[in-house]
T-cell receptor, first 113, second 114 residues
Framework: DGGITQSPKYLFRKEGQNVTLSCEQN?????MYWYRQDPGQGLRLIYY???????QKGDIAEGYSVSREKKESFPLTVTSAQKNPTAFYLC????????????FGQGTRLTVV | AQSVTQLGSHVSVSEGALVLLRCNYS??????LFWYVQYPNQGLQLLLK??????LVKGINGFEAEFKKSETSFHLTKPSAHMSDAAEYFC????????????FGSGTRLQVQP
C-alpha cells in the first residue's frame, strides 16, 4: 500500500538531547513537509522540501533541522535549541509543490522530560 | 499572505442535526481551499478540496462545502450528523503564487451528542 510512514509513534527524550523523527513515503511525491501541532493552534509549518536535495524554512524552523537526500525520505531533527519541543509532529507529502492536496502520516508524539 | 480563520474552536450538535463548520480565508489571489479531518492521535485525512472549478464541492462521508468569493468563505456542511463524525476539522488554504505550502486554520472540534 502506498502511503507515508512516520516512526516512532511515541518518543520520549530528556531535555537537552537531539532527536530525529523519521518520515518515509512511497507515493513518488516530489514535495514533503513537516508540521507541528499544538492544542488550539492548528498546524504550523516547520520545513518543506519541493524536490530532493532542496528544503526551505517554514514559519517555525528555529531549533529544527532537516535533510532531503532521497526522494522518499525527509527526516526531522529536533535539536536542544528548540525551547518547547513537546508536541505532535506531522509529516506530509504532495505530488508537486503547487496547489495540490497533502497526504499525511500518522504523526509522532514527542515528549521531552 | 494567505490565511484562514475558523470560527468556533468547539461545535456541538445532536446526532441527525445539521453540521456547519465555518472557515473564512484571506488570499490576494484565487485560492485553493481544503478541508481535512483528524481523529485522535492520527494524521489528517482530506475531506474535500476547491480548485476553482465548481463552487459547491462534495467530499467524502457526506460532507460538502461551498466557495463564496463575495464572503471569502468556505464553510463545511453535512445535513445529518453521525456519531462517527466526532473529530477535529481543519480548513487550509494554498495560494497560486509565493508560498504554496498549505496554511491551516486553528481547527474546530466537533462533538456529536446522542
Amino acid at each position: 500500500d502506498g502511503g507515508i510512514t512516520q516512526s516512532p509513534k511515541y518518543l520520549f527524550r530528556k531535555e537537552g538531547q537531539n532527536v530525529t523523527l523519521s518520515c518515509e513515503q512511497n507515493l513518488n511525491h516530489d514535495a514533503m513537509y513537516w508540521y507541528r501541532q499544538d492544542p488550539g493552534q492548528g498546524l504550523r509549518l516547520i520545513y518543506y522540501s519541493q524536490i530532493v536535495n532542496d528544503f526551505q524554512k517554514g514559519d517555525i524552523a528555529e531549533g529544527y533541522s532537516v535533510s532531503r537526500e532521497k526522494k522518499e525520505s525527509f527526516p526531522l531533527t529536533v535539536t536542544s535549541a528548540q525551547k518547547n519541543p513537546t508536541a505532535f509532529y506531522l509529516c506530509a507529502s504532495s505530488i508537486a509543490f503547487m496547489n495540490t492536496e497533502a497526504f499525511f502520516g500518522q504523526g509522532t508524539r514527542l515528549t521531552v522530560v | 499572505a494567505q490565511s484562514v480563520t475558523q470560527l468556533g474552536s468547539h461545535v456541538s450538535v445532536s446526532e441527525g442535526a445539521l453540521v456547519l463548520l465555518r472557515c473564512n480565508y484571506s488570499s490576494s489571489v484565487p485560492p485553493y481551499l481544503f478541508w481535512y479531518v483528524q481523529y485522535p492521535n492520527q494524521g489528517l485525512q482530506l475531506l474535500l478540496k476547491y480548485t476553482s472549478a465548481a463552487t459547491l464541492v462534495k467530499g467524502i462521508n457526506g460532507f460538502e462545502a461551498e466557495f463564496k468569493k463575495s464572503e471569502t468563505s468556505f464553510h463545511l456542511t453535512k445535513p445529518s450528523a453521525h456519531m462517527s463524525d466526532a473529530a477535529e476539522y481543519f480548513c487550509a488554504v494554498s495560494g497560486n503564487t509565493g508560498r504554496r505550502a498549505l496554511t491551516f486554520g486553528s481547527g474546530t472540534r466537533l462533538q456529536v451528542q446522542p
